[in-house]
């Protein structure tokens, strides 16, 4: 299994961009995708997920409203869309999957702990 993210880039407050995770080994459609992000000195935080069968999505309340999470099944990549970016939306950016979960597990259980796969992470800089 292999997760590829890209997308990441220096942008300025209000800007926009979209981070794309490309997955080998596994379907999109089987697993529960994740996004994370981690700025220095901090640790690791939920942002994004969307489960395997598309049909439910949580996003992180600093996340709320901004960004969302898609996927393409037969692209077989997942997408993470950075809407009004801020300063402190500066991060590396991290995707991830695990094996899909029951609707409540999904729902509530977002540690970085709970994904098995992950990606290397893309750098995402927003100036003010």
């Known amino acids: 299994v292999q997760l590829q993210a890209s997308g990441g880039g220096l942008v300025q407050t209000g800007d926009s961009l979209r981070l794309s995770c490309v997955a080998s080994g596994l379907s999109v459609g089987a697993y529960d995708l994740g996004w994370f992000r981690q700025a220095p000195g901090k640790e690791r935080e939920f942002v994004a997920a969307r489960n395997y069968n598309g049909q439910s999505t949580v996003i992180a309340d600093s996340a709320k409203g901004r960004f969302t999470i898609s996927k393409e099944y037969l692209k077989s990549t997942f997408y993470l869309q950075m809407n009004s970016l801020k300063p402190e939306d500066t991060a590396v950016y991290f995707c991830?999957?695990?094996?899909?979960?029951?609707?409540?597990?999904?729902?509530?259980?977002?540690?970085?702990?709970?994904?098995?796969?992950w990606g290397q992470g893309t750098q995402v800089t927003v100036s003010s």
């Open positions: 991830a999957a695990t094996p899909r979960r029951i609707s409540s597990v999904f729902k509530s259980d977002n540690l970085p702990t709970s994904y098995k796969y």
